[in-house]
């Protein structure tokens, strides 16, 4: 072959393969270009963060509802009863006894004599007790007059019931109940006073299921 038209055959593939790398370099530009997320890197989705309406792993500090205290269940729970030990039945049997013993209305139409009281509370008590109870009373007679003058009236209120300091624990036939009260006396003319008193009494449980009193300890 020539010299010459070797020559040119070099050089005709010389541009052949410089134009096939131009055209190679222009496709990427292109596609670059046209769609340039290929190049970034996908970003994956952050797990710490939860969807939306989803419970939070973290538990809430606030709340609508305070949590409970030892103390605020401390403060729930039912105080002791007044009547501690005392059987409820007898504890009732007990205040009705004493507001009928120490209770007196010498207004007209109303008691006769101190005896009056111990007449009332009788019917709470043992058939032995009951008997002492309608007795007259030795009590003064001169008071009572007095008392019937200035149309005195005794009101009284029990304002606890409990087991008296070491008496035996209340059982099913028997139990000791002290009982603090106050009494009201109003006369005519005269200021209104109260008194604070106690009294101490043996309840027995009747066959029949009732409670009486049997004895008063302490008058």
Known sequence: MPASRLARSSAWKIFVLFAAAALLATTGILLLVVDPGRSTPTTKPDTATAPPGSPSSTPSTSSSEPTPTSQDAAAT??????????PPKAADTARRFVLAWASHDARPGHDVSFSDAGRRAATYATEELAAQLREPGDRSTRLWQQWLADKTRVT??????????????????????????????????????????????????????????AAIVNA
């Not at 008193?197 to 009486?212: F, I, K, N, S, T």
Request: hydrophobic share 35%; with cysteine; aromatic share 4%.
């Open 77 to 86: 729970e039912q105080e002791p009863s007044a009547s501690g030990s005392v």
């Open 156 to 213: 009284c209120v029990v304002d606890r019931v409990a087991t008296p300091d070491g008496a035996p624990a209340a059982t099913s036939e028997r139990a000791y109940v002290r009982l603090l009260y106050t009494c009201t006396t109003r006369a005519a003319g005269q200021p209104t006073t109260r008194s604070h008193d106690q009294l101490a009494v043996e309840m027995h449980h009747a066959p029949a299921g009732a409670w009486r009193v």
